[in-house]
T-cell receptor, first 110, second 119 residues
Framework: DVKVTQSSRYLVKRTGEKVFLECVQD?????MFWYRQDPGLGLRLIYF???????EKGDIPEGYSVSREKKERFSLILESASTNQTSMYLC?????????FGDGTRLSIL | GENVEQHPSTLSVQEGDSAVIKCTYS??????FPWYKQELGKGPQLIID?????GEKKDQRIAVTLNKTAKHFSLHITETQPEDSAVYFC??????????????????FGRGTQLTVWP
């Protein structure tokens, strides 16, 4: 089975902190994705990567950056966390389709 | 870009009844349509998908239909059970099941349907 592992299930940070969310997949997938999930808004794509060191903006990239130094790892970075970034963050990977999701990181910014 | 709309946002059914969730998409280039189920505290899991060259696909109690002309697709769950209670998401992609690289691999999601099955 495909395994997508997000490093933390729950995370609490303070406004202004630099926050790192980590995601690792074990299936040698080329594509990796970061989504944000908020009630009533569904899954919104923040960034995705289709190769090592490659990245593309999704629909809501403002306030975020990403890093993909190795094929199996995709990191989401909140440069200066703000309260409106409190949300559930989901990572996914795929060889093209389908996408396989991790169980999410619930991030609270105080 | 692609726009996917999903209805209804909430759905309550009695155990044993059928449930239908409908989605529409805007871009006729979309050719791959997966459905995901998200249980509480977990990430979305693929339950069924369909490609644009197929009109219907079944897997036990779950079926998906696709109407390319009208640009809509639906999820049908028969003989619902309490464990079917979850949030369901539809999605569309232009890359097909083999889409690789750049924008081909991205999915456009609907906003989700909260399905509740009452015993």
């Amino acid at each position: 089975d495909v395994k997508v592992t997000q490093s933390s299930r729950y995370l609490v940070k303070r406004t202004g902190e630099k926050v790192f969310l980590e995601c690792v997949q074990d299936m040698d997938h080329e594509n990796m994705f970061w989504y944000r999930q908020d009630p009533g808004l569904g899954l919104r794509l923040i960034y995705f990567s289709y190769d090592v060191k490659m990245k593309e903006k999704g629909d809501i990239p403002e306030g975020y950056s990403v890093s993909r130094e190795k094929k199996e790892r995709f990191s989401l970075i909140l440069e200066s966390a703000s309260t409106n970034q409190t949300s559930m963050y989901l990572c996914a990977s795929s060889p093209g389709a389908p996408q396989h999701f991790g169980d999410g990181t619930r991030l609270s910014i105080l | 870009g692609e726009n996917v709309e999903q209805h209804p946002s909430t759905l309550s059914v009695q155990e044993g009844d059928s449930a239908v969730i409908k989605c529409t998409y805007s871009d006729s280039a979309s050719n791959y349509f997966p459905w995901y189920k998200q249980e509480l505290g977990k990430g979305p899991q693929l339950i069924i998908d369909i490609r644009s060259n197929v009109g219907e696909k079944k897997d036990q109690r779950i079926a998906v239909t696709l109407n390319k002309t009208a640009k809509h697709f639906s999820l049908h769950i028969t003989e619902t059970q309490p464990e079917d209670s979850a949030v369901y998401f539809c999605a569309a992609s232009m890359g097909g099941p083999g889409g690789r690289g750049s924008t081909l691999g991205r999915l456009y999601f609907g906003r989700g349907t909260q399905l509740t099955v009452w015993p």
